[in-house]
């Protein structure tokens, strides 16, 4: 699996993910926007406020910017804790400009939900509550307290009581429900992406094996024949050796040697056979290469061949891809996993689709996740005695994610069910291809097999 390449990227979560020149060239829009709305106000509405003051909160957000840009590089990623200073800073500057011009009567006070909002994407949970928190302080302060704003005849702008006490709810229930909805959407794209990558490393995985075994294979082919040479020297040379046991035992050890690299050379193209078959082979073929590495963990496992009903139609040659053969591998792994005693693995199909059921004699699938099996991080352990039997999985939904995944790609669709074949009901999961996408349209000829060369 790619337990530890994915771990290394899971480990980078929301870390340093923004840069300073994005905050900057956002706050940068939101300076241009205050002093666009200072000059209507005095020069089209002719509104009496506290105009200096409120050019001095302005002023300050452009020095801070200053000082970032020329500070620092424009590529610079934000830790948590400056980013979390960022956001808190245009907070409370644009809540120091609301305070001096009408407060929660101002519109614009609307504004305070943006850094909320960008803290929920970016930044940890405990960041955002601190943040939301902040603003719903500050909104509150300006309902209570603020500097008075004046039309052109002196009168207070001011919104009725009535007015003024919505506006303090919708932004309350603003700051809640924008931080929350705006977390959940981006905690679920992330997860998404990170199972995404985790199904690209496997499946990249699982080609590198592919074309590993196909090179050993034929490096073993084209080695045997120098190989057999070797030997047949060596033991030729034991005999005429016979009176000189230093030189005989020189030849011992050349043969010797020359086998050992011949079982090495087996051992390790015992996945390729030759290149060429790599591409395809019988439908019990790749199950049962899928099925392997958990064939003996102490579990029966039972494989069936045969067509559905009465067709007598010969076993499909298929692709043998790599993303059917880790798909299947995880789905039998899991199934390995929970079983009791025995796993059934059943391959049949008929003139127009194949079919894989693997169906295990455990516990089955909760009743709670059933309808969200196959989504990315879904799955907990329920009991303790669960958690034994798979002391190294942290129950996250990953595997099947990926095995979905990979299928689905393969043009496979799942259906995940308990099978009620014992009092527990065990898992049964079903694989099922239109032939024609994963069936060659003809017997290709395998060709010549072309030698290794430097």
Same mark, same amino acid.
């Given at each position: ?71 620092? /590089? ?32 101002? %519109? ?27 603003a719903i302080l500050l909104i509150n302060l300006l309902s209570q307290w603020s500097v008075p704003m004046l039309n052109a005849s002196g009168m207070e702008l001011a919104l009725p009581p009535l007015f003024l006490f919505g506006f303090w709810i919708a932004l309350m229930t603003g700051v809640v429900f924008l931080s929350i909805y705006a977390r959940l959407v981006t905690t ?28 050993v294979a034929a490096a073993a082919h084209e080695l045997g024949t120098p190989l057999a040479t070797i030997k047949l020297v060596s033991s030729e040379l034991i005999e005429e050796l016979e009176e000189m046991p230093e030189l005989r035992e020189d030849a011992e050890l050349i043969r010797s040697q020359a086998d050992r690299c011949r079982d090495i050379l087996l051992s390790m ?12 082979? %019988? ?23 045969? /067509? ?67 989504? /990315? ?13 798979? %002391? ?63």
């Open positions: 699996m790619v337990t530890n390449e994915f771990q290394m990227f899971q480990d980078h979560q929301r870390s340093n993910w923004v840069r300073l020149r994005t905050l900057v060239l956002l706050r940068w829009f939101a300076i241009a926007g205050q002093i666009i709305a200072i000059l209507v106000a005095v020069g089209v509405y002719q509104l009496q406020f506290e105009v200096g003051p409120s050019i001095l909160a302005v002023g300050a957000s452009i020095a801070a910017n200053l000082y970032f840009t020329t500070l620092y /590089p424009e590529n610079k990623r934000l830790s948590e804790r400056e980013a979390t200073l960022m956001l808190a800073f245009d907070v409370v500057q644009l809540a120091i400009l609301l305070y001096l011009t009408g407060g929660l009567h101002n %519109p614009f006070a609307l504004l305070l939900l943006a850094p909320v909002t960008i803290a929920a994407t970016v930044l940890h949970l405990r960041s955002t509550v601190l943040l939301c928190c902040l679920e794209m992330h997860v998404m992406s990170d199972a995404l990558l985790a199904t690209q490393l496997a499946l990249a995985r699982e080609q590198k094996l592919t074309d590993l075994g196909g090179v193209g015992r996945a390729g056979k030759e290149d060429l078959h790599l591409r395809q082979a %019988p439908l019990e073929t790749v199950v049962r290469e899928a099925a392997e590495p958990h064939l003996d963990r102490g579990k029966s496992v039972v494989f069936s061949v045969a /067509p559905t009903g009465d067709d007598d139609l010969r076993q499909p040659v298929i692709f043998r891809r790599p993303e059917i053969v880790h798909g299947l591998r995880n789905l039998i792994q899991n199934a390995v996993d929970f079983a009791d005693t025995r796993v059934e693995i059943d391959s049949t199909w008929t003139s127009n689709t194949v079919t894989i059921r693997i169906e295990d004699d455990g516990m089955g699938f909760p009743q709670s996740i059933i309808a969200r099996i196959g989504d /990315p991080f879904v799955g907990r352990r329920r009991t303790q005695d669960d958690r034994q039997k798979r %002391p190294g999985y942290e129950g996250m939904g990953l595997g099947l994610f990926i095995a979905k995944t990979l299928l689905e790609r393969s043009g496979a669709r799942l259906s995940f069910s308990n099978s009620g074949a014992n009092e527990q009901g065990g898992a049964m999961v079903v694989v099922e291809w239109p032939r024609a996408m994963i069936e060659p349209a003809g017997v290709e000829a395998l060709g010549e097999n072309v030698p290794i060369r430097a």
